[in-house]
């Protein structure tokens, strides 16, 4: 029985106290079982994943078509090495590090080919609509669907450092600081000010704009 | 950390800010207008389908796009790949007619073209290992090798 006090490791105090690692904690049994494979183990491993490579792939501004290339590239090789994974419990780092490093190679080519830097970033957001948005369709839901795309809004026009930073951090479940760190090749321990720097940015950006 | 800090007042008391309450609002807003698009969801469960532990993988060892220097002026140049796994290497370029190769040492094989878990294009090798398809690529790829009892499959890559 394990009772009171939780596993010790070197980060406790900054990512081990985050919700989502209590939901990772069977990551490396999940892969361990697709390795046998459990098809159902390796689904589970997508839908608690595939946010945070879709965080990481938005986080450096891919454009639709090269973030879902970059985004199946990193599955389909996830899948292939599936059983050489040496910490099968770090697959989200894996996964997060991998996703970064292809995301880079994408906006390296694209340098190359000198294309003109016109992401259309805020313009995606308010003509796709997801499923979920549906659902604020009430009148009552009107308001809190304008605050969200305010907060959206904001968030788009932070700093590029900032910015970043957050889009992987709102991943679900929250990606814990080691995944950060792998998803954006920051050192673990300069997340927790970083990411208190960035939100007071953004709340005081909110505030100025009387949103919440 | 030397970050861009241009007010320069930021409190460092504590001012009743809740970083995790805002935190958990960005990820509600992420959810609802940035979501995971739901094929490519479906794409990623059914990858299962690629897991092979009985195939060799020729990692990436060299990629033009990430390793070569830029030829100034040069616009349409072609994408060099080369994989390996041992002694195995597969020379690769890809262009936006399709792509060609050869297998060092050169050696006949049977390959390969995959385009993800349900697509596999075959081109035969001829006698001194070269291949070509006109099948042009238009997402992640790898190549399927059988050569001998051998199995090898290269690293799943963007074109």
Same mark, same amino acid.
Request: glycine share 8%.
């Given at each position: ?52 490579v879709?965080?990481v792939v ?12 970059v985004y199946?590239t990193v599955w389909f090789r996830f899948?292939?090495n ?9 697959a989200?780092s894996w996964l997060a590090s991998t996703a970064r490093h292809e995301s880079?190679k ?76 792998a998803a ?29 | ?27 509600? +807003?992420?959810?609802? &207008? =940035?979501?995971?698009? !739901?094929? #490519?969801?479906?794409?990623? *469960? $059914?990858?299962? +389908?690629?897991?092979? &532990? =009985?195939?060799?993988? !020729?990692? #990436?060892?060299?990629?033009? *796009? $990430? ?88 690293e799943w890559?963007?074109?």
């Open positions: 029985m394990t009772v009171g006090t939780a596993p010790s490791a070197a980060y406790d105090d900054v990512s081990y106290t985050r919700g989502g690692v209590v939901d990772r904690a069977d990551v490396g049994a999940l892969v361990r079982s697709a390795v046998d494979g459990d098809a159902a183990a390796w689904k589970a491993l997508v839908e608690g994943l595939s946010p945070l879709w965080s938005r986080a450096h501004r891919l454009e639709d078509a090269d973030a879902h290339e199946q899948a292939q599936l059983g050489r994974i040496r910490e099968p419990e770090k989200g880079l994408v906006l390296k080519s694209l340098r190359r080919l000198t294309v003109t830097s016109d992401p259309q970033l805020l313009d995606r957001v308010s003509e796709e609509r997801s499923p979920e948005q549906s659902v604020l369709d009430s009148e009552e839901a009107a308001a809190e669907s304008e605050r969200i795309r305010w907060m959206w809004q904001e968030f788009e026009e932070l700093g590029d450092r900032c910015r970043q930073l957050l889009r992987v951090l709102m991943a679900s479940p929250p990606p814990s600081y080691q995944e950060v760190s954006l090749g920051i050192a673990v321990g300069s997340i927790g000010p970083l990411r208190q720097r960035c939100l007071r940015r953004l709340r005081a950006r909110l505030d100025a704009r009387g949103a919440l | 950390m030397h970050d861009e800090m241009p007010e320069g007042r930021e409190p460092f008391e504590d001012d009743g800010f809740d970083g995790d309450l805002l935190e958990a609002e960005l990820r509600q +807003a992420a959810a609802i &207008l =940035d979501p995971v698009p !739901a094929q #490519l969801r479906e794409n990623a *469960v $059914a990858a299962f +389908a690629l897991h092979d &532990l =009985d195939a060799r993988i !020729a990692e #990436l060892t060299f990629d033009s *796009v $990430a390793d070569a220097i830029p030829v100034r002026g040069a616009g349409d140049v072609p994408r060099m790949l080369t994989f390996t796994a041992g002694e195995v290497t597969v020379d690769v370029e890809v262009t936006s007619q399709g792509l060609m190769g050869q297998v060092l040492p050169p050696r006949p094989a049977r390959i390969e073209v995959l385009g993800g878990p349900q697509t596999a294009v075959p081109v035969d090798a001829d006698a001194m290992g070269r291949f070509s398809s006109d099948a042009p690529l238009t997402g992640p790829f790898a190549l399927r090798l059988r050569t001998g009892a051998e199995v090898v499959v290269t890559t963007r074109a």
